[in-house]
């Protein structure tokens, strides 16, 4: 069983960074991590996403803020984010896919706030 587990959270001032972390355990054949976020009355929409090769993939409203890597050794996937807006304010969750699956953490709330 494939258990994905998000830290990191918090809350925040406009300007500030935060450090997310996603450990995954259960699994050896992990292709892509990434984080994805979900504000309130919206859809869960993708942020970014590292291959096992280490190909980014970002959405713009991130790119040049947002810093995905990845530790292939220990499963473990972070999002370093910088220059946090309001409009950054939402549940973040990892997502792991494997060959025929893809798996989901139980998120962590992310809110700037002044």
């Known amino acids: 069983q494939v258990q994905v587990v998000e830290s990191g959270g918090g809350t925040v001032q406009p300007g500030g960074s935060l450090r997310l972390s996603c450990a995954a355990s259960?699994?050896?054949?992990?292709?892509?991590m990434g984080w994805y976020r979900q504000a309130p009355g919206k859809q869960r929409d993708l942020v970014a996403l590292?291959?096992?090769?280490?190909?980014?993939t970002y959405v713009d409203s991130v790119k040049g803020r947002f810093t995905i890597s990845r530790d292939n050794a220990k499963n473990t996937v972070f999002l370093q984010m910088n220059s946090l807006k309001f409009e950054d304010t939402a549940v973040y969750y990892c997502?792991?896919?494997?060959?025929?699956?893809?798996?989901w953490g139980q998120g962590t709330h992310v809110t700037v706030s002044s």
């Open positions: 590292i291959t096992k090769d280490g190909s980014t």
């Open positions: 997502r792991v896919l494997v060959p025929v699956a893809g798996y």
């Open positions: 259960g699994t050896t054949s992990i292709n892509a």
